[in-house]
Every structure is written in structure tokens, then in C-alpha cells.
């Protein structure tokens, strides 16, 4: 069974950081690519990076300079660095996981993880 925790999320004024990380567990992770989603209040879904298993990158318009998207097969982790954080950031951010890049970045992951609270807010 494929968990995912995501942990690091927080508040934090307009300019500053945060790393958002994630833990699997239950799947091959070298196998998987990874992604981050973020939910905004009133909004849908959306992909705001995503790392093939041999670690290419694909990142929003939005966020691209400022977010970077990594991981580290022998932990089984996944982050996302947060800089330059802006209000329109603010938004429950979640973990993913999929077999198929394509699915991944097509919005429709077959792994979720339970979400993190990022608020960017003076």
C-alpha cells in the first residue's frame, strides 16, 4: 500500500522559504515519478512540479525560478524548496505518486498524500 506523508509546511511572510519534503513508503520509489499539487481556496488543483525517476523536471509557469523539485531514492524522499514565496502560494500542497510521468503531470496521479498547509501571509 503507497503512503505518503508530506511534512514542512507552515506560515511564512512574502519573500521568505520553506522545503516542503515527503516520505513514501510501500512502493519500488526508484521506479516512480514524483510530483507536487497545490490546492488553493476556491480553485482547482493543479501541478506545481514533478521529477521523473531518472530526476527531469517539469515545473509550473508560475512558480518556475523560485520552487525546485528534488529527490533521493536511497531515503525515499521528495522535496520541493519554496523561495520568494508569495501570498498567491498560499495553498494545501500535496505529494504524488505514479508509475507514468504522463499521468503525473496530466493531473491524474494514482497516489495522493494527505496534504500540508502552506500560508504566505505578513
Do not use: H
Not at 510501500?26 to 480553485?43: E, T, V
Amino acid at each position: 500500500q503507497v503512503q505518503l506523508v508530506e511534512s514542512g509546511g507552515g506560515l511564512v511572510q512574502p519573500g521568505g522559504s520553506l522545503r516542503l519534503s515527503c516520505a513514501a513508503s510501500g512502493i519500488i520509489f526508484s521506479l516512480y515519478a514524483m510530483g507536487w499539487y497545490r490546492q488553493a481556496p476556491g480553485k482547482q488543483r493543479e501541478l506545481v512540479a514533478a521529477i521523473t525517476r531518472g530526476g527531469l523536471t517539469n515545473y509550473a509557469e508560475a512558480v518556475k525560478g523560485r520552487f525546485t523539485i528534488s529527490r533521493d531514492n536511497a531515503k525515499k524522499m521528495v522535496y520541493l524548496q519554496m523561495n520568494s514565496l508569495k501570498p498567491e502560494d498560499t495553498a494545501i500542497y500535496y505529494c504524488t505518486a505514479d508509475l507514468a510521468w504522463t499521468t503525473i503531470v496530466r493531473g491524474a496521479p494514482g497516489s495522493w498524500g494527505q496534504g500540508t498547509q502552506v500560508t504566505v501571509s505578513s
